[in-house]
């Protein structure tokens, strides 16, 4: 009979304990959700007074039912989908999209609305991830170092892009 190195699938597991493992400290650096600014809810409003109009001449209790439920399923959607960005001492979270913070270079803030116009049209390298939002102006981009990565880098809507360079940065 020849010993196998590998363990059958019943073999009994050497008790672990929580001292066996160092706790990882991850603490939270920075955190923004870009929720919708206030002149969105104008936008929600009108699209409600809209869905008002078409549904009044049916039945008015109809079109302001109709209206209450489209103003309350824009908001909802808006709120539930805003990105949000996270930094902490190991991470960096924009949206979706997450990497390790070892594999971020230099991150450059943009304020001026011609350089945020610049970076995001002519400037645009389409291998970027982009993630930007209809109701915040400033972008931050973050170049990424990992070198199994092709994107070169991110390019993310923020209202503190001068914070969040200054984080990345340190």
């Given at each position: 009979m020849t010993q196998d190195n590998n363990p059958s699938p019943h073999a009994p597991v050497e008790n672990t304990s929580a001292q066996d493992f160092p706790a990882v400290e991850n603490t939270v650096l920075y955190h923004e959700r870009l929720n919708p600014a206030w002149w969105m809810w104008l936008l929600f409003l009108g699209f409600g007074l809209s869905v008002l109009i078409a549904l009044a001449p049916i039945?008015?209790?109809?079109?302001?039912?109709?209206?209450?439920?489209?103003?309350a399923i824009c908001a909802v959607v808006a709120y539930t989908r805003a990105t949000a960005i996270v930094?902490?001492?190991?991470?960096?979270?924009?949206?979706?999209?997450?990497?390790?913070?070892?594999?971020?270079?230099?991150?450059?803030?943009?304020?001026?609305?011609?350089?945020?116009r610049q970076v995001r049209g002519p400037q645009l390298d389409a291998r970027a991830y982009m993630n930007f939002s209809a109701s915040v102006g400033p972008i931050c981009r973050i170049e990424i170092t990992d070198p199994v990565d092709p994107t070169p880098y991110w390019l993310a809507s923020t209202r503190r892009p001068a914070l969040l360079a200054e984080i990345l940065n340190g």
């Open positions: 039945a008015m209790w109809l079109g302001i039912v109709g209206a209450l439920l489209a103003v930094v902490t001492d190991h991470d960096l979270q924009v949206g979706r999209a997450r990497i390790e913070r070892r594999f971020v270079g230099l991150v450059e803030p943009f304020t001026d609305p011609q350089e945020i």
